[in-house]
């Protein structure tokens, strides 16, 4: 998708499936993981 | 295999064979599958002559959009269906069926909106009705969704080849089918209206008999019903309500599909007088399940943003607010989630059930088919 608007390098973060069927807290785990390469790649220091 | 075995089943040419390099189509046919412009299958390649005589089947212009999906920035034009439409094999004068077709999926809304690109893994299907389907050679009876016949083959393939390239939807990379469905390479039948008790599909949509049309549909999938078992028309429909609302298809509040009757089948409710309003009004009337048995596969409630049934107790539940109260729960929204047409030969008990992905009581998207230019 990336590629089609013309940022082929665009970075991106990825979450391991499964999704849809965790429960409440192993999605907050899933988000304490993926959080600090979100805010690594927003620019936050 | 022999020489002489190929002779034996009839597979040598005779002196009408064309005299062509061998050599030189397969570099052609190799060539087209390095560039990728595939579905996994050869493809006949295309010359700018050829193409002539698909574009001249339409008096719309070869840069005209037929199909946009603006999240992509890419457009189909008539030119790239037509491309498409000789890569995949059809005749030329089968393209008036691939741009109703189109038109179709333009006016039925998902494919413009990404559907062929979620990991649920549709697949296009079309049913043609009318004249053209004699004109061209379309099966509509025996074998009706199995291989053997150029029209429905290749019109079928040319909806998926051009989702392919046209739109850059393949797989692992814009098409994120999670597995996918054989449907993807070519899901075209015709209906059988000689065998048919009842009016043909598209003239439940204003269209003449007269009228040549395109039906066009997102579907996950193709489900076989054996029943010789019965002639009591109340059993029958119940079979097949048992089949339509499988829980495993059940991912919204309710659910949809087109039920492919065999004749003998529509026979059978033709028979005890019922009209084919009166089968879709008996299936919605029973396309029922207990709460207990949607909760007994987790499916008793509704997430709060996309609507699909999850468990009750998933953190994203809704409450029951927008599920009426009782222990049944209706999996068919109207008779009109049914579309049901008839197929096949006139020889058993069987019909098929194809997992339609809506609409889910809206009308289907019929396109009467515009003759070639005189």
């Known amino acids: 998708m990336a590629g089609v608007y013309g940022f082929p390098g665009f970075e991106f973060v990825t979450v391991p499936h499964p999704v849809a069927s965790l429960s409440e807290e192993q999605i907050r785990t899933r988000v304490a993981a993926a959080l600090p390469e979100v805010t690594r790649i927003l620019g936050v220091e | 295999m022999t020489a002489h075995a190929d002779a034996e089943q009839g597979l040598v040419g005779g002196a009408d064979a064309p005299q062509v390099d061998p050599d030189e189509v397969l570099r052609a046919i190799e060539y087209y599958a390095d560039k990728g412009w595939t579905d996994g299958l050869p493809v006949v390649p295309v010359t700018e002559s050829y193409l002539d005589r698909f574009l001249a089947q339409t008096e719309r212009d070869p840069s005209e959009v037929v199909l946009a999906m603006p999240h992509l920035n890419r457009e189909l034009t008539v030119r790239l269906a037509a491309i498409n439409a000789a890569l995949a094999g059809c005749r030329p004068e089968y393209f008036p069926v691939v741009l109703a077709a189109w038109e179709s999926f333009k006016n039925e809304g998902m494919v413009p909106r990404a559907i062929w690109q979620s990991t649920t893994g549709t ?3 079309l049913i043609v009705n009318g004249p053209i389907r004699e004109a061209i050679g379309l099966n509509s009876k025996g074998n009706v969704f199995g291989s053997g016949f150029r029209a429905n083959a290749t019109i079928g393939r040319a909806i998926r080849l051009t989702a392919i390239n046209a739109f850059g939807l393949r797989p692992h990379l814009l098409d994120q089918a999670t597995q996918g469905t054989p449907a993807k390479y070519s899901l075209c039948i015709a ?9 043909p599909l598209h003239t439940d949509f204003g269209l003449a008999p007269a009228d040549s049309a395109v039906t066009a549909m997102v579907v996950r999938g193709f489900m076989h019903i054996e029943a010789r078992h019965t002639t009591v028309p109340e059993q029958l ?3 097949f309500v ?3 609302c499988r829980t495993g298809v059940l991912v919204h509040a309710t659910t949809s ?3 492919v009757l065999g004749p003998e089948h529509a026979h059978v409710f033709d ?3 019922w009209t084919k309003s009166d089968l879709r009004q008996f299936l919605y009337e029973n396309a029922w399940m207990s709460r207990a048995q949607l909760a007994s596969v987790g499916k008793d409630a509704f997430s709060r943003r996309t609507q699909w049934r999850l468990p009750k107790d998933h953190p994203d539940a809704l409450a029951e607010e927008n599920e009426p109260e009782g222990d049944t729960v209706r999996l068919l929204n109207s008779p009109e989630a049914v579309v049901i ?9 069987v019909s098929g059930i194809v997992e ?3 609409p889910r009581g809206e009308p289907p998207a019929v396109t009467k088919i515009t003759p070639a230019p005189a």
């Open chain 2, 257 to 259: 599909a087109c039920l």
């Open chain 2, 191 to 199: 209906e059988n209206e000689e065998d048919s008790p009842w009016s």
């Open chain 2, 341 to 349: 047409v008839v197929a096949g030969a006139n020889n058993a008990g």
């Open chain 2, 237 to 239: 429909a119940l079979d």
């Open chain 2, 123 to 125: 697949a296009p299907f």
């Open chain 2, 242 to 244: 048992g089949s339509i």
């Open chain 2, 271 to 273: 028979r005890a007088g």
């Open chain 2, 356 to 358: 339609s992905f809506g």
